[in-house]
């Protein structure tokens, strides 16, 4: 999934590679804020992502986002912010498994 922008996409390749994979474990939005965010984020508008992740502040998928708006310019803290990223990408994937499989079994029980 190749989503990165212009300037996203003149960054060093370990940046690129660890945001690529990151945005493929996101996966697609699902609320409009996270339509928002993602819109923001591949349009390198990094300080609407982060005011949004202020107004979601229990979205993950956002969460990730913001921390993933830190990427590009390699700080020595990137591992920190890979490592929250990464956490609040699963997060993210595991919320959305979750309401899928709840959602599954509900209508099995209620059938029955």
Known sequence: METLTKTQKELPATAKALIDVLLTELGEPQSDSQIKARQAFEEDRFN?????GV???????IKALGYMCSIPKMPPTLPVLVSEAMRSAAESSHQRQLAKLGSQLE???VSA
Do not use: E, M, Q, W
């Not at 107004?55 to 998928?61: E, I, L, M, T």
């Open 48 to 52: 609407d992502v982060r005011c949004l």
């Open 107 to 109: 209508s099995i029980l």
């Open 55 to 61: 107004g979601n502040p229990s979205d993950p998928y």
